[in-house]
């Protein structure tokens, strides 16, 4: 079973460097966001500051590299590049899937990227199903443990388990298990969706049972259950996914819905962003960071300085959209009202 993981972390890593695993007929809503332009900003360019805090730690940036890959050769080239530059860029870093690093220790460097990024935020990542198939709280913080993280979040991957070749499918009764887990650990525990988004009242049952942030991954960038079918050897599943192409809320409808009904809890915006002024009109929707994940992919296999340009680019774009609406720093970008949906 842990070789079949190894080999599905590299095929995934592979597929997603094509454009054939992107959802179609749905986008993440982005083009519908409008900022109102500031022609007499008031405020000086190189005084703007995208500084922010994740869970009390200062950051530099409100920006998120989202789970990808790890548990693979390749992925251990990927992670790497990818915490050398969360590091220099004060980006916080996600993991890809730990379950792997607990059932085959072939690929451990892959997740055990600390010493490239000593004072990065880290996420270790498990979907959230794997609390029904034998996952206990104890193994969840041996994960925490080995990669050194500071935050746990639990990917949510319905209609990817069942298209996937022997997927966990069993999802009855989680929450419970959710809450005795929030209950539990020392670090902050956080959900995610892997790209269908979340809507406002299962972030409302969640907040409730103790989750600290919630990461929507809404529709419109990459699509799991295209990603498996193209994986899968099985005609009907491979048939079935192709009903999903356009499933899923977009990331704007599950960001303005999840941060409507949610106060406390910290919110993340990705699935499908792609500039900096993506990120300015999810901050300026309520979100708190802001996520990219895949169009990070390619860069990350040729070097941590191609990502570390990537990111000093999303980061400048971010400044100059804040000039254009002559706004200073990340928490007046949240209160703006220069922005609307059409």
Known sequence: MSEQINKRKAEHITLCLTDQVMGE????????????????????????????????????????????????????????????????????????????????????????????APTTPIIANLGAVQLNYGFSIEQCQKIIDLTEASALVLHLNTIQEVIQTNGDTNFEKLLPKIEQLAKTLDVPLGIKEVGWGIDGKSAQRLANVGIQFIDVAGAGGTSWSQVEKLRSNDPIRKQAAEAFVDWGISTVESLVTVRKIVDDTAVFASGGMKTGVDAAKAIALGADFVGFARSLLQDAIESADAVIEVLATRELELQMAMFGLGIATIEDLKQTDRVKLS
């Open 25 to 116: 007929g749905i986008t993440s809503g982005m083009e519908s966001v409008r900022l109102i332009h500031n022609a007499l900003p008031e405020i000086d360019f190189n005084k703007i500051s995208l500084s922010t805090t994740f869970f009390g730690q200062e950051m530099a940036t409100p920006f998120l590299i989202s789970s990808m890959t790890g548990g693979s050769e390749e992925a251990t080239k990927i992670n790497r590049n990818l915490a050398i530059a969360a590091q220099e860029r004060g980006w916080v870093f996600a993991l890809g899937s730990t379950r792997a690093l607990l059932e085959n220790d072939a690929y451990n460097d892959s997740f055990q990227v600390r010493k490239y």
